[in-house]
């Protein structure tokens, strides 16, 4: 089994539309999540981090983490074409290497 | 300028050929990062360096060597390349500070072995 898995899409929603975007982990061990945005032909970046269980909101993107159920998502409200990339989440513990899902290709289609 | 730098960004070589790939930073961390990505594979470890005098090996290093010439430059290594090493190729870096491995990478090398 993976440590974490992500369902890898292609997922294609209209303009406006709200996104939702998930991960599930094993290792109970982890603390922190991360979600990159990754363009075409670039590297990842970082969108959002999050601490342990809760929810965290930056603008349009709420990040949502569940340690119960060992999973993790990522919303995000009124989509916009320029959001269609790759979305990754990442997740450690501790001050240890970060794992990271497969990526989930979105297109937001005008 | 970029943060994370990565020469070349593509690159097309032969089968048994070795090739270098190149990685400076300037955030000042510690710890960087090499990573590979393939379509449904996502991004796998290949070496990581926690400081100058610190290599590990990650998940996928077979095949693959680095070095950590300073806290800034980290160059990996094919030294006899095949085909199934076509990928690409990401460095990233983190301070591993607070608890956490926050990752900032650089803008990839496309590498294509014949």
């Known amino acids: 089994q993976k440590e974490v898995e992500q369902d890898p899409g292609p997922l294609s929603v209209p303009e406006g539309a709200i996104v939702s975007l998930n991960c599930t982990y094993s290792?109970?061990?982890?603390?922190?999540f991360m979600w990159y945005r990754q363009y075409s032909r670039k590297g990842p970046e970082l969108l959002m981090y999050?601490?342990?269980?809760g929810n965290k909101e930056d603008g349009r993107f709420t990040a949502q983490v569940d340690k119960s159920s060992k999973y993790i998502s990522l919303f995000i409200r009124d989509s916009q074409p320029s959001d269609s990339a790759t979305y990754l989440c990442?997740?450690?513990?501790?001050?240890?290497?970060?794992?990271f899902g497969t990526g989930t290709r979105l297109t937001v289609i005008p | 300028d970029a943060d994370v730098t990565q020469t070349p960004r593509n690159r097309i070589t032969k089968t048994g050929k070795r090739i270098m790939l190149e990685c400076s930073q300037t955030k000042g961390h510690d710890r960087m990062y090499w990573y590979r990505q393939d379509p449904g594979l996502g991004l796998r470890l290949i070496y990581y360096s926690f400081d100058v005098k610190d290599i590990n090996k990650g998940e996928i290093s077979d095949g693959y060597s680095v070095s950590r010439q300073a806290q800034a430059k980290f160059s990996l290594s094919l030294e006899s390349a095949i085909p199934n090493q076509t990928a690409l190729y990401f460095c990233?870096?983190?301070?591993?500070?607070?608890?956490?491995?926050?990752?900032?990478f650089g803008p990839g090398t496309r590498l294509t072995v014949l």
């Open positions: 990233a870096t983190s301070d591993g500070g607070q608890g956490t491995d926050t990752q900032y």
């Open positions: 999050t601490y342990s269980s």
């Open positions: 290792n109970s061990a982890f603390q922190y």
């Open positions: 990442a997740m450690g513990a501790g001050a240890n290497n970060l794992f």
